[in-house]
């Protein structure tokens, strides 16, 4: 039992040792791991803040270019959607008031044309 004893404590600061190396591993371990997902989390975000600024470059772009074509187009002189919607509202109202004209002429001729055939068949019949 003494020599049990005797081991046990040569032993003894072995064990600590150990304990407090294991102890040490375990802390520098969950530091790393901490790090680890700290990174990631900074990294995701990153990604994120990219993806979202190219996204509004992307949009930008586009609406530079849509105003090139705008100015181009407009120099050239070629008409636009508003200008053919203006056109054709114009066009439909001339129609319609031509066609309105054109059943007055209409009206107009038949009505001449029903007052010479009453004078016709007066002449014919006084005679």
Known sequence: MAQRDLINRSLA???????????????????????AEDQAEQARQMAEDLVERSRKNNEKLLKAIDAEI??????????????????????????KATGAKT?????TKKTAKKAAAKKAAAKTSSR
Do not use: F, H, Y
């Open 70 to 95: 705008r100015s181009r187009l407009s120099s050239v002189g070629v008409a636009t959607k508003e200008d053919i919607a203006r056109l054709e509202r114009k066009i439909e109202a001339l129609s």
């Open 103 to 107: 059943a007055a002429k209409k009206t």
């Open 13 to 35: 600061p072995a064990r600590e040792a150990g304990e407090k190396a294991q102890e040490r591993l375990e802390a520098l371990i969950n530091d790393l791991r901490k790090t």
